[in-house]
Each structure stands twice: as C-alpha cells, then as structure tokens.
C-alpha cells in the first residue's frame, strides 16, 4: 500500500514537471550567463527608483532596463521553443555583447547623478606612489608614430573577448565558450559596480590645464579617438581600468583554451595596457585596482559557474 501511495506521488510529480509552463521551463533552462545579465538589470531597476530623487531621467532608465528585461526573457523564450537553428545559436551565444554595450551606455544617465567624482583622490594616490603626474611624466616620449600605435591598441580593447568567443564558438567548444562568456560578463559586471561607486573621468579632462604637448597622430589617432567620444555616452568609467582587467581576463581564458590565440594578443594586450595611461585616459591606480579586480573576478567566477551550472544545465 505504501509503495503504492508513493508511486502515485512521483507519477504526479513527473507530470507537474511535464505540465510546468514554457516561461517556468525558459526559467528553469536559461543559461547561467543571462542570469548574471538579469540579476544585474534587476539591481539597476532597484538603484534607477531608490535614487529616483537624484537622477534627472530615472522614468527613461526604468524604461530602458525594463526594455531590456523583457528583450533578455524573449531571447531565452526564443532558444527555448523550436528548432536551434544557426541563426539562433549564433544570437543566444553573442546576445551578451548587446547587453554589456547598452547596459554601459544607460550608465552614462546614472552615474554622475549619485556622487561627486573620486579623480581628486586618484590624482593624489598616484602621485604620492610615484612622486609625479604619470601622464605628464609620458609626455616625454610622445611622437606621432608612437600615438599612432597606442590608438590602435587602446581601440583593440573592443575586439579582444569578442575574438577569444568567435574563435571557441567557430571551434564548436560550447562548453568552454558558456564557461568564457559567463566569467567575462562577470568581470564586465563587476566594472561597471565599480564605475557607480567611484566616478571618475580621468586626467584627459581633469589635468588637461597641465599637458604642454598634444597626442597629435595620423588619421587613425583621430579616428580612435572621435569614434569613442561619439560612442561612449558613459564618461565616468575609469576606476577601475575596464580595459585593463578584461584584457587580462580574457589572456588568462585565452591561455587555457586557446592557446595560439595567447600569444597573438599578448603583444597587443601590454600595448594596449601603456597605452591607458600614454594616452591619458587612466590614472595608474586604476590600472592596478583593474588588475586586483581581474584577480578576483578570475577566483570566484569559474567558482560562481560551477556552483550554478547544476540546476541550470539543461540548457546545451
């Protein structure tokens, strides 16, 4: 009898679980990385109506997370139901970038509404760690060619992960590229935390008073530099150095998966880590707190995903 009772329960169990709604399945399947973005969308959501009082278009940045929130849910609605065409799989592994880039930008309405900016702090700590002003120091060693190649390694910085997940995508490594793409989007995530905590703008606008020699170059001096001021609505991201911790994010990855790839963008990674401060966006402490946070998102990321890739693996 009790036997009996017990296979009656399981049986209505299995079918609760066969009966559950495709948005409770979405939920239940959706990978760990799109988690990250929506816990993250969540937590902006809570500071865009907390500090409402403060923030001048807070009814626009509800209603661009909350856009986003829904386009997020669509998409894992979309890989859920249907065939997994290669249209399909190309956007549910690559829809993270859409996310980081616009979730960046919505930045640039929040950040400088919550506190004063850090940069008189940051210009003190690195001149009391070196005796002088670091960008000023550089000026010495400014040349147009010199210019020429730190633009074209500070601009590298937006294509160095999308190269690590083309190259595992195209390598058919779904497993190593879910892995890659949640630790980056965590570091990504991780930056951007530290943006709103400590806005600052960097000495190419609060030391600008102080520069005797222009960063003069060719036209590709000019590109780099036009394209980022017209796209990077969001100003106050220096603390930590973003470029600096993701790249060395993504060398570590690089090295333990694609390992050509490590020694392509190394060169270019150390050229593009001078270049930060050559080219006067970064103080040096952002650079040293942008590796600390490399460290740190490098221990308990891949920590974080193992923990969660249990009850959210069925979604390969």
Same mark, same amino acid.
């Given at each position: 009898?009790?036997?009996?009772?017990?296979?009656?329960?399981?049986?209505?169990?299995?079918?609760?679980?066969?009966?559950?709604?495709?948005?409770?399945?979405?939920?239940?399947?959706?990978?760990?990385?799109?988690?990250?973005?929506?816990?993250?969308?969540?937590?902006?959501?809570?500071?865009?109506?907390?500090?409402?009082?403060?923030?001048?278009?807070?009814?626009?940045?509800l209603l661009n997370y909350l856009f986003l929130?829904?386009?997020?849910?669509?998409?894992?609605?979309?890989?859920?139901?249907?065939?997994?065409?290669?249209?399909?799989?190309?956007?549910?592994?690559?829809?993270?970038?859409?996310?980081?880039?616009?979730?960046?930008?919505?930045?640039?309405?929040?950040?400088?509404?919550?506190?004063?900016?850090?940069?008189?702090?940051?210009?003190?700590?690195?001149?009391?760690?070196?005796?002088?002003?670091?960008?000023?120091?550089?000026?010495?060693?400014?040349?147009?060619?010199?210019?020429?190649?730190?633009?074209?390694?500070?601009?590298?910085?937006?294509?160095?992960?999308? !190269?690590?997940?083309?190259?595992?995508?195209?390598?058919?490594?779904?497993?190593?590229?879910?892995?890659?793409?949640?630790?980056?989007?965590?570091?990504?995530?991780?930056?951007?935390?530290?943006?709103?905590?400590?806005? !600052?703008?960097?000495?190419?606008?609060?030391?600008?008073?102080?520069?005797?020699?222009?960063?003069?170059?060719?036209?590709?001096?000019?590109?780099?530099?036009?394209?980022?001021?017209?796209?990077?609505?969001?100003?106050?991201?220096?603390?930590?150095?973003?470029?600096?911790?993701?790249?060395?994010?993504?060398?570590?990855?690089?090295?333990?998966?694609?390992?050509?790839?490590?020694?392509?963008?190394?060169?270019?990674?150390? !050229?593009?880590?001078?270049?930060?401060?050559?080219?006067?966006?970064?103080?040096?402490?952002?650079?040293?707190?942008?590796?600390?946070?490399?460290?740190?998102?490098?221990?308990? !990321?891949?920590?974080?995903?193992?923990?969660?890739?249990?009850?959210?693996?069925?979604?390969?």
């Amino acid at each position: 009898m009790i036997i009996l009772i017990l296979i009656k329960i399981q049986t209505r169990k299995s079918i609760r679980q066969k009966n559950l709604h495709p948005c409770g399945q979405m939920m239940k399947r959706m990978p760990p990385f799109h988690w990250l973005t929506l816990f993250f969308l969540i937590g902006l959501i809570l500071v865009s109506i907390i500090f409402q009082g403060q923030i001048p278009k807070w009814r626009f940045l509800l209603l661009n997370y909350l856009f986003l929130l829904g386009l997020l849910l669509i998409l894992n609605l979309s890989w859920y139901c249907g065939e997994r065409g290669k249209v399909k799989k190309f956007f549910h592994y690559f829809s993270p970038i859409l996310f980081v880039v616009l979730i960046y930008e919505s930045l640039g309405n929040l950040i400088q509404h919550l506190q004063p900016d850090v940069d008189p702090w940051l210009i003190q700590i690195d001149y009391f760690i070196f005796g002088a002003h670091p960008t000023l120091w550089m000026e010495r060693w400014i040349v147009p060619w010199l210019t020429d190649l730190m633009s074209f390694a500070y601009g590298s910085y937006y294509f160095i992960p999308v !190269a690590l997940i083309t190259v595992l995508y195209l390598r058919g490594k779904l497993h190593e590229l879910e892995r890659c793409i949640f630790i980056l989007l965590f570091g990504y995530y991780a930056s951007f935390v530290g943006y709103i905590l400590f806005p !600052a703008i960097g000495p190419r606008y609060t030391m600008a008073h102080l520069y005797s020699i222009p960063l003069e170059g060719s036209f590709l001096t000019d590109v780099v530099r036009d394209v980022l001021n017209l796209l990077e609505h969001n100003k106050r991201d220096c603390m930590p150095s973003g470029h600096t911790q993701i790249v060395l994010m993504t060398l570590v990855l690089a090295y333990r998966y694609v390992r050509v790839l490590f020694y392509i963008l190394f060169p270019i990674i150390c !050229a593009l880590i001078l270049s930060t401060v050559y080219l006067r966006y970064h103080y040096v402490i952002d650079l040293l707190v942008g590796g600390g946070f490399a460290i740190g998102c490098m221990i308990i !990321a891949p920590r974080l995903y193992d923990a969660w890739k249990g009850p959210h693996s069925g979604h390969s």
